[in-house]
């Protein structure tokens, strides 16, 4: 996320879904999901994104937020074989909010040097908190990082290109 939009940007996404689809939200989205199927194959995760609301305030960065659900987070590998990011979190959102003992969903951002992988997992993520959430980690390059990779990436091909 952070190449794609600005780390406040991420943080407030973050909020966004970790309130929409925590224990206090639980009900109302297992019996929306059940109802509208809002993450299936038949939706983009933009797309229910957006119908739920959870978007930047921001018009630029919600461009960003849409380029980053529709271009990057497809390209990200996943904890599943052959699944990818954005199938990897609509399976989690299905799996969570559609088993026999449904869990709220919680957010969270690791890096992508440390794992590039969209991963799911149960976990305890807020420390003052008994309940079991099921825990998805979106790989990340802080905006501050990925702004100097840039510079080094272009400074080694033009000093490539300088060579030639």
């Known amino acids: 996320m952070g190449r794609m939009i600005h780390d406040s940007t991420t943080s407030d996404v973050l909020g966004q879904l970790n309130d929409r689809f925590g ?7 297992i019996a929306l ?5 809002i993450f ?16 930047p305030a921001d018009p630029l960065e919600r461009k960003r937020w849409y380029r980053f ?4 987070l ?3 590998p996943s904890d ?6 954005d199938a990897r979190v609509v399976k989690a959102f299905r799996d969570a909010l559609g088993g026999a003992h449904p869990l709220p969903v919680f957010f969270t951002v690791h890096l992508k040097s440390d794992d590039p992988r969209v991963t799911v997992a149960p976990g305890h993520p ?22 100097q990779q840039a510079a080094d990436a272009a400074k080694t091909r033009r ?6």
Do not use: W
């Not at 224990?23 to 989205?29: F, G, I, K, R, V």
């Not at 659900?69 to 990057?72: F, G, H, I, N």
């Not at 599943?80 to 990011?85: A, I, L, R």
């Open 40 to 55: 299936s194959d038949k939706h983009t995760l933009r797309q229910s994104f957006a119908l739920l609301g959870i978007v």
């Open 23 to 29: 224990p206090d939200e639980l009900a109302e989205m």
């Open 74 to 76: 497809p390209t990200y």
């Open 159 to 164: 000093a490539e290109k300088s060579e030639k």
């Open 80 to 85: 599943v074989t052959g699944v990818y990011g």
């Open 69 to 72: 659900l529709d271009e990057q």
């Open 126 to 147: 807020v420390v003052f908190s008994l309940v079991t959430y099921s825990v998805v980690s979106i790989p990340i390059v802080p905006a501050a990082l990925a702004k």
């Open 33 to 37: 999901q059940n109802e509208f199927k």
